[in-house]
């Protein structure tokens, strides 16, 4: 269901400082959402108010249709995975397991098929009588999701957990975190400032800014038909550059007539900004007069990223394969008319 959490006007200020403003987030049960944005824009405090850690000035909480807003953490069917794992450092990765269904009350022998079943689903079998010290950051990882999991919370907070791997191990679990999802079925709620880590396993993502929520989407749209000119900028690379409306199209800084985005409309005249993906921006070489030239060149091995400069512009583009332009190459600019993002109109 689409209200199995709900967040409802929510607030929280440290003094003076707001750090959370308004915000109001719907997610469905079973999903993983991600809240992205950038440090200092409230998404950690966001977490911590679901975990029970802080209290909300103002808004509530409900977990399926529970009002979870004053409920102290221990009462709450809400875990959390940690940036730096937490596990206890004196005791086996089977006991740190065993902790929380032991705490709870549940059966010896409950609490022993939990653990050998938490075990080989995270693959962590061979490892079950080695302590934290003894793991890689991988497998320290997965024993802390492993320890979360094993108290079955109808939420799963992740607070960052990737952010201390180097980007292999990062590429892996994620890989690892979204099949461990289809497995419990647990709703993940996850919180990151990493674009590629929310893009690539959510469902859908909120992207906060300021402590407000700028857009709520799927990944898709969020690059593909981003709200505001922050969510064009803070997901991926884009080119935001600015026109007028023709009747013909919109005419950019330099000349460049594009049409107008399919199924947008804005009165001839106007001043409007579009996001253009680098991807969507392509060059071919040019023997006319043309002012653009390349003014820089990187090989990322399965592509090649250029900046080019002309009329007082700087653009970004890719293209697939290795560098076909050399610096101060003169090129001609085509855009995909079919990609171009209209962003909401600014000022003229």
């Known amino acids: 269901m689409d209200d199995f959490l709900v967040i409802d006007a929510v607030r929280k200020s440290f003094g003076a400082q707001r750090v959370l403003d308004d915000v109001s987030l719907s997610i469905r049960e079973g999903e993983i959402f991600s809240l992205l944005g950038p440090s200092g824009c409230g998404k950690t405090t966001l977490l911590r108010l679901l975990a029970g850690f802080d209290t909300p000035d103002a808004g509530r ?3 399926a249709g529970k009002d979870l807003t004053a409920l102290p953490p221990e009462r709450r069917p809400v875990n959390t995975v940690f940036q730096n794992y937490a596990l206890f450092p004196h005791l086996s990765v089977r006991d740190n397991l065993a902790f929380g269904p032991r705490l709870a009350g549940r059966p010896r022998q409950e609490v022993r098929e939990a653990v050998d079943r938490m075990l080989a689903l995270v693959r962590l079998e061979a490892q079950a009588d ?4 003894q793991l890689s950051g991988g497998q320290k990882q997965r024993a802390a999701l492993a320890r979360a999991l094993i108290n079955r919370p ?3 907070l992740l607070d960052e957990p990737l952010a201390a791997l180097d980007l292999k191990l990062r590429q892996h679990l994620l890989v690892e975190l979204a099949a461990l999802h289809r497995e419990v079925g647990t709703t993940f709620l ?15 993502i909120a992207v906060l800014n300021e402590g407000r929520v700028e857009q709520v989407d ?7 038909q981003p709200t505001s000119a922050f969510v064009a900028a803070f997901i991926g690379d884009t080119n935001l550059v600015v026109g007028q409306v023709e009747t013909g199209g919109v005419r950019l800084a330099g000349g460049l007539l594009v049409p107008m985005p399919a199924n947008t409309s804005r009165n001839v005249g106007s001043t409007v900004r579009l996001s253009v993906r680098p991807e969507h921006a392509r060059l071919e070489a040019s023997e006319a007069p043309t002012p653009w030239r390349v003014a820089e060149t990187v090989y990322g091995g399965a592509f090649t990223r250029y900046w080019i400069e002309g009329e007082g512009q700087r653009w970004q583009t890719q293209q697939a394969g290795p560098p076909l332009f050399p610096r101060g190459a ?11 993002c ?6 003229p």
Do not use: C, G, N, W
């Open 330 to 340: 003169a090129v001609r600019l085509k855009l995909d008319p079919t990609a171009l």
């Open 130 to 133: 080695q302590r934290p010290a």
């Open 218 to 224: 799927t990944p898709e749209r969020l690059y593909q």
């Open 61 to 63: 909480i409900h977990l």
């Open 190 to 204: 996850y919180v990151t400032h990493d674009q590629t880590e929310a893009m690539s396993l959510s469902h859908r």
């Open 342 to 347: 209209l962003l909401p109109e600014v000022a």
């Open 154 to 156: 109808r939420l799963l």
